[in-house]
């Protein structure tokens, strides 16, 4: 038995520093992902960019045009899934190249909006814009489809 207690004490250590290192790593992800500022979230970004009052309006317009385009695409996407999942037939190869061709010509306006944002800032603005995220349609998409099992029946997590 005594043999055995030193063992034991050492495999009792390992154990809590091994919980103990898993702990820190949850505490880190849960503070990045408070810490993360999205685009969509004006008011945010603009405070943490520092954006002057004479630029705020102009910043948040273009803010606003980024999420018409991200709703007409959140829009565009429903109605094919509710199409597809009312019992109609499958989308075809060709519908589905144009809803993707049109899916790409909406990420572009929405790059080109956050271009002529990014134009406006000053050189440290521009650093701490790198940490803002912007839209990616492609990857709301692909989120969205993540969601989803089945027939539309949403994944328990």
């Known amino acids: 038995m005594r043999r055995n207690l030193p063992l034991a004490a050492i495999v009792l250590l390992v154990s809590m520093a091994l919980l103990n290192g898993q702990a820190t790593q949850a505490q880190e992800k849960s503070t990045a992902k408070a810490d993360t500022i999205k685009l969509l979230d004006g008011k945010k970004v603009v405070e943490y960019l520092g954006i002057s009052k004479a630029m705020k309006d102009s910043v948040l317009a273009k803010i606003a045009q980024i999420q018409k385009v991200v709703d007409e695409d959140k829009n565009a996407r429903a109605e094919m899934r509710?199409?597809?999942?009312?019992?109609?037939?499958?989308?075809?190869?060709?519908?589905?190249?144009?809803?993707?061709?049109?899916?790409?010509?909406?990420?572009?306006?929405?790059?080109?909006?956050?271009?002529?944002?990014?134009?406006?800032?000053?050189?440290?603005?521009?650093?701490?814009?790198?940490?803002?995220?912007?839209?990616?349609?492609?990857?709301?998409?692909?989120?969205?489809?993540?969601?989803?099992?089945?027939?539309?029946?949403?994944?328990?997590?």
Do not use: Y
């Open 82 to 157: 509710a199409k597809f999942f009312s019992g109609g037939d499958r989308p075809s190869m060709e519908t589905m190249q144009e809803l993707r061709a049109q899916a790409g010509e909406r990420q572009k306006k929405i790059d080109t909006l956050v271009q002529d944002i990014q134009s406006k800032l000053t050189e440290k603005q521009k650093e701490k814009f790198k940490t803002v995220m912007t839209p990616n349609l492609q990857e709301m998409a692909r989120a969205e489809r993540g969601q989803f099992r089945g027939r539309g029946e949403r994944r328990e997590q």
